[in-house]
Antibody, heavy 112, light 112 residues
Framework: EVQLVESGGGLVQPGGSLRLSCAASGFTVSSDYMTWVRQTPGKGLEWVSIIYSGGSTYYADSVKGRFTISRDDSKNTLYLQMNSLRAEDTAVYYC??????WGQGTLVTVSS | DIVMTQTPLSLSVTPGQPASISCKSSQSLLHTDGRTYLYWYLQKPGQPPQLLIYEVSNRFSGLPDRFSGSGSGTDFTLKISRVEAEDVGVYYCMQSIQLPTTFGQGTRLEIK
């Protein structure tokens, strides 16, 4: 059974950092492309980043230079390192397996 | 970026009656590989989005056949032939022909 379990969200001050994790089971993260998508009440669903099986990565303009997507094949886990966080990064962050299966999400709140 | 526009934004349907949601993209979603990268998701209350339809008209595993997707190029439709109470939630279309992947604003379906 495919499972994706996100963790690492929380409250952080503007300018701070967080690292989100997405532990996968039932499949191998390195064999599929994995995506981070965030959701806010105001802006709906927003694609954040993608990592392909070959390791290529891409980012939304809104997070480029601040966020880094990566994976640890030995732990079968996807990550999103988020630096220089802003209030507008406040959202529920979902990891998604090849656009077909979404984790439950983790809430990130950026506020002083 | 490709803009995805859904109509209507909300829908109130009597159980057993049909429902239809339109999604228009600002550019063609037909790839040179012959596939059209248009997806439909349903987000039920308190849950992450779940894939319903991929590549315009292919039902994802276990989806009842009362759901159907159609369209081509820039115009797409999701139809529910007979709405049931479990169909409530927000429906999103999404394109993945080009990064950034983009979503429609969502269509909220409620039961009368």
């Amino acid at each position: 059974e495919v499972q994706l379990v996100e963790s690492g969200g929380g409250l952080v001050q503007p300018g701070g950092s967080l690292r989100l994790s997405c532990a996968a089971s039932g499949f191998t993260v390195s064999s599929d492309y994995m995506t981070w998508v965030r959701q806010t009440p105001g802006k709906g669903l927003e694609w954040v980043s993608i990592i392909y099986s070959g390791g290529s990565t891409y980012y939304a303009d809104s997070v480029k230079g601040r966020f880094t997507i990566s994976r640890d094949d030995s732990k079968n886990t996807l990550y999103l390192q988020m630096n220089s966080l802003r209030a507008e990064d406040t959202a529920v962050y979902y990891c998604v397996r090849d656009l077909s299966f979404w984790g439950q999400g983790t809430l990130v709140t950026v506020s002083s | 970026d490709i803009v995805m526009t859904q109509t209507p934004l909300s829908l109130s349907v009597t159980p057993g009656q049909p429902a239809s949601i339109s999604c228009k993209s600002s550019q063609s979603l037909l790839h040179t590989d012959g596939r059209t990268y248009l997806y439909w998701y349903l987000q039920k209350p308190g849950q992450p989005p779940q894939l319903l339809i991929y590549e315009v008209s292919n039902r994802f595993s276990g989806l009842p056949d009362r759901f159907s997707g159609s369209g081509s190029g820039t115009d797409f439709t999701l139809k529910i032939s007979r709405v049931e109470a479990e169909d409530v939630g927000v429906y999103y279309c999404m394109q993945s022909i080009q990064l950034p992947t983009t979503f429609g604003q969502g269509t909220r379906l409620e039961i009368k």
